[in-house]
């Protein structure tokens, strides 16, 4: 395994979810910060911002199952509402009553169903107390969401489960890759490293056996739509998205509808050349705007 995947993984611990090990880190003293990761990879994404988030906030930082170092069971039936359900195990686990949320990709849909959940008052372990949310890149509106051809085919048709038994070949990898380029803005593309430790996080545990089922939360954004919108259009938690423009799957389209659709939007477009993953693209320009958010929330 590649050394900065050992040394993150090695600085985290496992919890007991219903029977499954998944893993998460913790670090940092100050209020409570929910990190919550995208598809297809981990809490690894938080890594180039991980050092300054730890300086103000207690960071937690789970990997869902079907990724990153936590248990990826093929007999599973993985769901934004299972996910949900893990993020506040976790919380509950750890005492923690009250948190920020910065999430990223799936992790917009678990924050929106956390969200919905807090507004209606029906969690299902305690009910921590929402303090913001910052929104990255992601299907907040699955109305606005185009995703590539390889992920429809991946996650929305029998085609995945075909296809999972080649995954991790060079052909298969040499298809991931060009995905993931098409992510990444036209000066932030990934490196033969970046690359090489993106195919190790979904390989860990075999993952690649179960990737395009946990691919298939994009049909809870369809199911859950009115629910999750309902809750951010009628909160007073104070949201921010912070957006990279150039992101083909939910860039400065997907901005565009939340300006649309949510009152008083907070809306930040990051530089024309940053996409998918800001956090990683930009993330200097990711923590200023969020911590120029969070820091409005404390102020009296």
């Given amino acids: 395994m590649d050394a900065e995947l050992e040394r993150w993984k090695t600085a985290g611990q496992y919890f007991d979810y219903l029977g499954f090990d998944v893993f998460f880190r913790v670090e940092g003293t100050g209020p409570a910060l929910l990190l919550i990761h995208g598809y297809p990879f981990s809490s690894w994404d938080w890594s ?70 807090y507004e209606a008052g029906d969690n299902a372990y305690g009910a921590p107390v929402v303090e913001s949310i910052t929104w990255l890149n992601g299907g907040l509106f699955n109305e606005s969401y185009t995703p590539r051809l390889l992920q429809k085919l991946m996650s929305r048709t029998p085609l995945g489960d075909m296809a999972s038994r080649f995954q991790g070949t060079a052909l298969a990898r040499r298809v991931v890759d060009r995905t993931l380029d098409e992510l990444f803005g036209r000066n932030t593309k990934p490196t033969p490293r970046q690359l090489e430790q993106f195919h190790q996080i979904m390989a860990f545990n ?64 990051l530089a024309d050349d940053i996409a998918h993953w800001p956090q990683l693209e930009a993330p200097d320009d990711v923590l200023r705007h969020f911590f120029a958010h969070v820091d409005r929330v404390a102020a009296p």
């Fill in 48 to 117: 180039l911002v991980w050092p300054a988030l730890v300086k103000r906030f207690t960071v937690i930082a789970p990997d869902m199952l079907g990724m990153g170092f936590s248990d990826k069971p093929v007999a599973y039936e993985y769901s934004v509402p299972d996910h949900a359900d893990m993020h506040e195990a976790l919380l509950h686990h750890l005492g923690v009553d009250s948190c920020h949320v910065l999430a990223h990709d799936l992790g917009d849909s678990v924050g929106q169903e956390l969200l919905a959940r």
């Fill in 206 to 269: 075999d993952g690649t056996r179960v990737s395009h089922r946990v691919g298939r939360f994009v049909t809870d954004r369809y199911r859950y739509r009115n629910r999750w919108v309902r809750a951010m259009r009628e909160t007073a938690v104070p949201m921010r998205l912070i957006d990279g423009p150039s992101d083909p799957n939910s860039g400065r389209h997907m901005a565009q509808r939340y300006l649309e659709v949510i009152p008083n939007p907070d809306v930040v477009m």
